[in-house]
């Protein structure tokens, strides 16, 4: 295996490209196939990929990266594609949870509290999250049910409102489709996969092009990490064919696993060097007394719109993108690298949910509504803004 040649992705005299090629080699010194659940992140890296999770560093790579490193990669990734977490829009979100608190305590029924969801004069980003909400608010059960929840319904009552909301965009031809079809790369390559989720566009009548792609599974089977980090590798696999084929600066990856959502983006920094990069994780409610909770999500909802408008785009520097690209592994490659077994017991850091992650990446904001007679106020506080706190009077009762 010959060291890459051409541009590195170097961050604070760190070479990731070369801490990438490293890690690769470093399969020659097992002499057995690869547990999936416990080595997720080398089998990612036999395909030139690095799953870069900020603030949690796996045991598994940090003979590679120092936690200094990790950090520092993370804050490369960020600062070369403008990916923050943008400030709190506090009077929007206070407006949201006016709205469901009336409905939750019986003064809006669901087609009065829908409606005034989606009439409210919000930024463009900020109005799809409403959408979303609104959407939940006619779907939803008034609280959460006891049954266990099977991979059609989860899809099509939990995830499919929230997803359709955020990316589903007909006028600009842009559509979210559960397919369960090759993609059109699969279909170049002779390749038989195929996803649960496909965010195409159009030009006319025909698809020409992907943006991103999703896989999910009840939440009856998210102890089965073996399966779970399986769909992760689908997920990584689809968007790398995408991002190579269509010469793009990225492309967006969609993980579910029962209602808890991680959103990533796959870039190209360097010459053999991709990066899939962990956005943000969001459960959507299962009831319509899980609304509120939910809504302190739009934080990093507005962040994934951002990354998704702005950097899931075709490529300015296509050509250099191209020279860029390694080759994907082959399925039968990565059953030569990729042990049959399985355990429940093994760990998986994709189990781990919201453990492990800073303030820096999951905003803290806690919002109180105090009732006076003939007004509501909210009391608003934000993490990010050093727990400032906001007086909002919002509106008559």
């Known amino acids: 295996m010959d060291q890459p040649q051409g541009d590195h992705f170097v961050s604070d005299d760190f ?17 057995w196939k690869l547990s999936l659940e416990d080595h997720l992140y080398l089998i990612l890296a036999s395909t030139s990929v690095l799953l870069l999770t900020p603030d949690i560093l796996p045991n598994e790579l940090q003979p590679f990266f120092e936690h200094k490193n990790w950090a520092t990669v993370s804050m490369a990734i960020e600062n070369i594609y403008k990916i923050q977490q943008p400030p709190t829009p506090i009077g929007t979100l206070t407006s949201l949870l006016s709205i469901i608190d009336d ?25 799809k999250f409403a959408k979303a909400v609104a959407t939940f608010v006619n779907k939803l059960p008034p609280v959460s049910l006891d049954e266990d929840i099977n991979e059609a319904e989860l899809c099509s009552r939990y995830v499919d409102p929230f997803l359709s909301s955020l990316f ?18 699969a279909k170049q390559l002779c390749s038989n996969m195929r996803p649960d989720i496909s965010i195409t566009k159009t030009l006319g009548r025909k698809w020409i092009g992907s943006l991103g792609y999703g896989e999910a599974k009840p939440a009856a089977r998210e102890n089965d990490h073996y399966l779970v980090c399986e769909d992760l590798i689908k997920v990584v696999i689809f968007c790398k064919n995408s991002l190579d084929e269509q010469l793009m600066d990225g492309v967006l990856g969609i993980h579910i696993v029962g209602r808890t959502i991680r959103f990533y983006v796959l870039v190209l920094p360097a010459v053999t060097t ?21 809504i302190t999500e739009l934080p990093s909802v507005l962040k994934i719109l951002h990354v998704f408008d702005t950097v899931c785009v075709s490529s300015d520097i296509p050509d250099i993108i191209a020279i860029r690209r390694a080759p994907t592994l082959s399925s039968k490659e990565f059953q030569q690298i990729i042990s049959e077994s399985k355990s429940r017991k093994r760990s998986c850091h994709l ?17 109180v509504r105090i009732d006076h007679p003939g007004f509501s106020f909210f009391f608003a506080s934000n993490s990010n803004t050093n727990f400032s706190i906001s007086l909002l009077p919002f509106c008559q009762i």
């Open 15 to 31: 070479d990731v490209t070369d801490a990438i090629y490293h890690l690769k080699l470093s399969l020659k010194d097992h002499r």
């Open 103 to 127: 409905m939750i305590r019986l003064k809006l029924d669901r087609d009065v509290t829908s409606a005034k969801l989606q009439t409210l004069q919000l930024p463009k980003y900020e109005k």
């Open 168 to 185: 589903d965009d007909p006028n600009q031809g842009i559509y979210l489709r559960w397919t369960n079809q090759s993609t059109l790369e």
């Open 274 to 294: 991709y990066v899939m990069y962990l956005l943000a994780e969001i459960k959507v409610p299962d009831s319509i007394q899980g609304l509120p909770g939910f």
């Open 351 to 367: 189990h781990r949910r919201h453990t492990g992650f800073s303030r820096r990446s999951l905003p803290q904001i806690l919002v």
